[in-house]
């Protein structure tokens, strides 16, 4: 017998598994919720988005007043890095948002079992924390635990010359040469950081390209942008393996394809190769709970485990690893639990690249279209040729909309510019009501705006854009 009983308990307070707590809550179930950090909110929370973030805005304004700020008539002397401020800044970011969550706990009446959980059975759990092990069990437990940090053969992270996406974000000082493994949304984010506050960054790539899961337009773009910016490029080439020494880091380099081996020699390394799902020390065997192939947990289109009465949402089961593709599931599988219905098109969920310009995808890529044999047509637009990014001095990068070649429906949308990440919502509202590329043309944008190049897109299309 267990010393607590719940109607639901949620394993993991990230993004996924505090939602659902709040909405299971909500809904008039006696929820908690597991998590065994110090703090709530899980890796986004507290080492991932929300920090990252911090740090991205942090930069950007330090490198425009440093770099750009003249060339819109303000003059700007003296200006000077304080990495422990910005720091400071980054960490009170965090609490912020940490706090929030653990007061919409308490407003919710969500107990926060702090430890770290293991199945005994599919309704039983064993929480081993600071006070001992707990024994409590429920109707309905969620795996909400995320996932970690990809490893790679040969490196070594250290989090002090070899970093992950922890230690990048934490580092005391500025690194003169720094090495990015992996050319993704993480590693091309927290490179822009540090090569905004000076450090030469090279990003090394195994495939070809940059931001592989995007459009190829949009990757071409966006690396040519970032080569433009100052960073390097090292595609096609494998890292296999990394010694620290003293002060600095070797890396062994080769082909992709195979070839000749060569070394590069860094202050500090960034491995960015990505994410995989986190079930260690859930004792899943002892539920019935199935993993795949890739260690994430099985589940069906309701989120069923192959165990009764357990689920699991977000990073550690299928599908993009985006905290809020796992919201979504969190919200959508209370309500399921409560008899409700719900509804997430996978094909719909937003990418953003929060790097300066932003990237952002939604929908299918050409690429996509053309392996599956749809006809399409595809509307550009330049933001050079967009009056409100001309006057704010953000003209790199276009709107690009793929449209059915005989229905008009918007299939894909992908954009390279100023708030990017902000103009795909106007598209994701859009295709989730099926909306062709003419239902976007005839709707009125303000003006002078940034949505605009969207508008101007949707006319390309049909090849009318009215301003180029």
Same mark, same amino acid.
């Given at each position: 017998?267990?010393?607590?009983?719940?109607?639901?308990? +949620?394993? $993991?307070?990230?993004?996924?598994?505090?939602?659902?707590?709040?909405?299971?809550?909500?809904?008039?179930?006696?929820?908690?919720?597991?998590?065994?950090?110090?703090?709530?909110?899980?890796?986004?929370?507290?080492?991932?988005?929300?920090?990252?973030?911090?740090?991205?805005?942090?930069?950007?304004?330090?490198?425009?007043?440093?770099?750009?700020?003249?060339?819109?008539?303000?003059?700007?002397?003296? +200006?000077?890095?304080? #990495?422990?401020?910005?720091?400071?800044?980054?960490?009170?970011?965090?609490?912020?948002?940490?706090?929030?969550?653990?007061?919409?706990?308490?407003?919710?009446?969500?107990?926060?079992?702090?430890?770290?959980?293991?199945?005994?059975?599919?309704?039983? #759990?064993?929480?081993?924390?600071?006070?001992?092990?707990?024994?409590?069990?429920?109707?309905?437990?969620?795996?909400?635990?995320?996932?970690?940090?990809?490893?790679?053969?040969?490196?070594?992270?250290?989090?002090?010359?070899?970093?992950?996406?922890? $230690?990048?974000?934490? #580092?005391?000082?500025?690194?003169?040469?720094?090495?990015?493994?992996?050319?993704?949304?993480?590693?091309?984010?927290?490179?822009?950081?540090?090569?905004?506050?000076?450090?030469?960054?090279?990003?090394?790539?195994?495939?070809?390209?940059?931001?592989?899961?995007?459009?190829?337009?949009?990757?071409?773009?966006?690396?040519?942008?970032?080569?433009?910016?100052?960073? *390097?490029?090292?595609?096609?080439?494998?890292? =296999?393996?990394?010694?620290?020494?003293?002060? =600095?880091?070797?890396?062994?380099?080769?082909?992709?394809?195979?070839?000749?081996?060569?070394?590069?020699?860094?202050?500090?390394?960034?491995?960015?190769?990505?994410?995989?799902?986190?079930?260690?020390?859930?004792?899943?065997?002892?539920?019935?709970?199935?993993?795949?192939?890739?260690?994430?947990?099985?589940?069906?289109?309701?989120?069923?485990?192959?165990?009764?009465?357990?689920?699991?949402?977000?990073?550690?089961?299928?599908?993009?690893?985006?905290?809020?593709?796992?919201?979504?599931? $969190?919200?959508?599988?209370?309500?399921?639990?409560?008899?409700?219905? $719900?509804?997430?098109?996978?094909?719909?969920?937003?990418?953003?690249?929060? *790097?300066?310009?932003?990237?952002?995808?939604?929908?299918?890529?050409?690429?996509?279209?053309?392996?599956?044999? *749809?006809?399409?047509? +595809?509307?550009?637009?330049?933001?050079?040729?967009?009056?409100?990014?001309?006057?704010?001095?953000?003209?790199?990068?276009?709107?690009?909309?793929?449209?059915?070649?005989? =229905?008009?429906?918007?299939?894909?949308?992908?954009?390279?510019?100023?708030?990017?990440?902000?103009?795909?919502?106007?598209?994701?509202?859009?295709?989730?009501?099926?909306?062709?590329?003419?239902?976007?043309?005839?709707?009125?944008?303000?003006?002078? =705006?940034?949505?605009?190049?969207?508008?101007?897109?949707? #006319?390309?299309?049909?090849?009318?854009?009215?301003?180029?």
């Amino acid at each position: 017998m267990s010393d607590k009983h719940y109607d639901v308990i +949620v394993i $993991g307070s990230g993004p996924g598994g505090y939602v659902c707590a709040i909405r299971a809550a909500q809904l008039g179930f006696k929820t908690a919720c597991v998590e065994k950090r110090a703090t709530l909110g899980g890796t986004c929370l507290n080492v991932g988005c929300i920090p990252s973030k911090a740090l991205l805005q942090s930069s950007e304004k330090y490198d425009l007043a440093k770099n750009h700020l003249d060339q819109i008539g303000v003059s700007v002397s003296g +200006v000077e890095l304080q #990495l422990d401020k910005m720091q400071g800044f980054k960490d009170s970011v965090v609490k912020a948002n940490t706090d929030g969550v653990s007061y919409l706990f308490k407003k919710n009446k969500i107990d926060w079992l702090k430890g770290s959980a293991s199945f005994t059975d599919a309704h039983t #759990l064993v929480i081993t924390g600071d006070a001992g092990p707990e024994t409590v069990s429920a109707t309905h437990i969620v795996i909400a635990t995320g996932s970690e940090v990809m490893p790679l053969d040969g490196v070594a992270i250290d989090e002090q010359r070899v970093v992950s996406s922890t $230690g990048a974000l934490a #580092l005391s000082e500025v690194p003169k040469r720094m090495a990015v493994i992996g050319g993704g949304y993480i590693g091309l984010e927290l490179g822009t950081v540090w090569h905004r506050l000076g450090a030469e960054v090279t990003v090394i790539e195994y495939l070809d390209r940059v931001l592989p899961g995007m459009d190829g337009e949009v990757s071409k773009q966006m690396q040519k942008i970032l080569s433009k910016q100052g960073l *390097t490029f090292r595609l096609s080439t494998r890292v =296999t393996g990394a010694e620290a020494s003293g002060e =600095t880091v070797t890396l062994s380099l080769e082909p992709a394809a195979g070839g000749s081996s060569e070394t590069l020699e860094v202050d500090v390394v960034l491995l960015a190769v990505g994410r995989r799902a986190h079930t260690e020390g859930l004792n899943a065997g002892a539920a019935g709970i199935k993993l795949d192939e890739r260690g994430r947990v099985v589940t069906d289109h309701r989120y069923r485990t192959s165990a009764e009465g357990v689920y699991a949402i977000g990073d550690v089961r299928e599908g993009p690893m985006l905290a809020h593709k796992a919201e979504d599931e $969190g919200s959508m599988l209370a309500e399921l639990l409560a008899g409700q219905s $719900g509804h997430i098109d996978y094909d719909l969920v937003p990418g953003v690249v929060y *790097t300066w310009p932003e990237v952002a995808s939604i929908g299918r890529t050409e690429e996509q279209l053309k392996q599956a044999g *749809t006809g399409y047509k +595809v509307g550009k637009f330049p933001f050079s040729a967009n009056g409100r990014a001309r006057a704010m001095a953000m003209t790199e990068g276009f709107v690009k909309i793929l449209a059915d070649q005989e =229905t008009d429906r918007v299939l894909g949308v992908h954009i390279i510019g100023p708030e990017a990440g902000t103009l795909i919502h106007e598209m994701a509202t859009a295709m989730e009501f099926s909306a062709s590329a003419e239902d976007i043309a005839r709707t009125c944008h303000a003006h002078p =705006t940034l949505n605009e190049a969207v508008k101007e897109a949707a #006319l390309a299309v049909e090849g009318r854009p009215i301003h180029i």
